[in-house]
C-alpha cells in the first residue's frame, strides 16, 4: 500500500504544517525521511493518508514551502 508524503523543506514547517491541516480537519503526521539531496532539507515530510490534494493545496496557500509530493511503500 502507499503512502501519499508531502515533502517540506523543514521540521519548522512539517510542525507548522501538521498544525494548519489540523485547523481543517485533516489528519497528518511529521515523519523523518532518509536525507536524499540538498533539496529535502532536513529531511521532513508530512504524511497525509486522507485529503491529500487539499491538504498539498492548504499548505502552499499558507506560504508552507512544499518541495513535492510523492508516494512511498507502507512499512506495514
Known amino acids: 500500500m502507499e503512502r501519499p508524503m508531502i515533502l517540506v523543506s523543514s521540521i519548522t514547517y ?3 504544517g ?4 489540523l485547523s481543517y480537519r485533516i489528519s497528518s503526521f511529521v515523519e523523518r525521511i532518509p536525507h536524499l539531496s ?3 532539507g532536513c529531511g ?3 504524511y ?3 485529503k491529500t490534494d487539499e491538504a498539498e ?3 502552499k496557500e499558507a506560504g ?3 518541495l ?7 512499512t506495514v
Not at 501538521?18 to 491541516?21: A, E, K
Not at 513535492?68 to 507502507?74: G, I, N
Open 57 to 59: 493545496t492548504i499548505l
Open 64 to 66: 508552507i514551502k512544499v
Open 38 to 40: 540538498k533539496e529535502t
Open 18 to 21: 501538521r498544525d494548519l491541516l
Open 14 to 16: 512539517a510542525l507548522k
Open 68 to 74: 513535492r509530493r510523492e508516494e512511498r511503500a507502507s
Open 44 to 46: 521532513y515530510a508530512l
Open 48 to 50: 497525509v493518508p486522507r
